[in-house]
């Protein structure tokens, strides 16, 4: 069965540069959460949307930041302007339910590099 | 102080041994108590859920104490595919409003030597 998908895999941008990850939950799933996960670290929440609202952008680093799941189920996340400091990898995350603490399905995750 | 705080390890450990990873959590209102293993370059896999009444699935045994805030996992006869980085997770969710978060400590790295 199709489980959580993140695309591009890698992603290489120049400092400066806007970026786009993309994120497909797995069908039917209610939430979905973004997470940033630095090297030797673990993952660190971004921001969670139940269905096409955002309840929760905590997480997010700074206004360069922005992620959106218009139609309540892809989701992207953009990073403008990147810095040196974004590169990480970027792990979506998808739950049946939301606001229950059911079990959250991880992606292959996107590995950005900033050069 | 993290909110999540775990032994980052390495744990090198022979094969068959058995072995125990701890963490404490900071914030008492943290709902749900997980382990997940995480294999290098891939992501978070769910290992399994923790119960105060401690629960246990095949060698793995994991325990949680609500008053010490404190989270354990028992790896027994430990195999070389054993070897992975396991992440402490706790979970707050709010469900008048639907809001929640997983927070991850930063990971305990096992290694199982043959």
């Known amino acids: 069965g199709a489980g959580v998908s993140q695309s591009p895999r890698y992603k290489v941008a120049k400092r400066g540069q806007d970026v786009a990850l993309r994120c497909d939950p797995i069908s039917g799933h209610v939430s979905l959460f973004w997470y940033q996960q630095a090297l030797g670290q673990g993952p660190e929440f971004l921001t969670y949307?139940?269905?096409?609202?955002?309840?929760?952008k905590s997480g997010l680093p700074s206004d360069r930041f922005f992620a959106e799941r218009p139609e309540g189920s892809v989701s992207t996340l953009k990073i403008q302007r990147t810095q040196q400091e974004d590169s990480a990898v970027y792990l979506c995350a998808s739950s049946l339910a939301g606001g229950t603490g059911s079990e959250q399905y991880f992606g292959p995750g996107t590995r950005l590099t900033v050069t | 102080r993290k909110e999540v705080e775990q032994d980052p390890g390495p744990f090198n450990v022979p094969e068959g041994a058995t072995v125990a990873f701890n963490c404490t959590y900071s914030n008492s209102a943290s709902q749900s108590f997980f382990w997940y293993r995480q294999d290098c370059r891939k992501e978070p896999k769910l290992l399994m859920s923790?119960?105060?009444s401690g629960n246990e699935d095949g060698r793995f045994t994991a325990q949680l104490n609500r008053a010490s805030q404190y989270i354990s996992l028992l790896i027994r006869d430990s195999k070389l595919s054993d070897s992975a980085t396991y992440l402490c997770v706790v979970n707050i969710w709010e469900s008048n409003f639907g809001n929640e978060k997983l927070t991850f400590g930063t990971g305990t790295r096992l290694t199982i030597i043959p």
């Open positions: 923790v119960y105060s």
């Open positions: 949307f139940q269905n096409e609202a955002q309840l929760d």
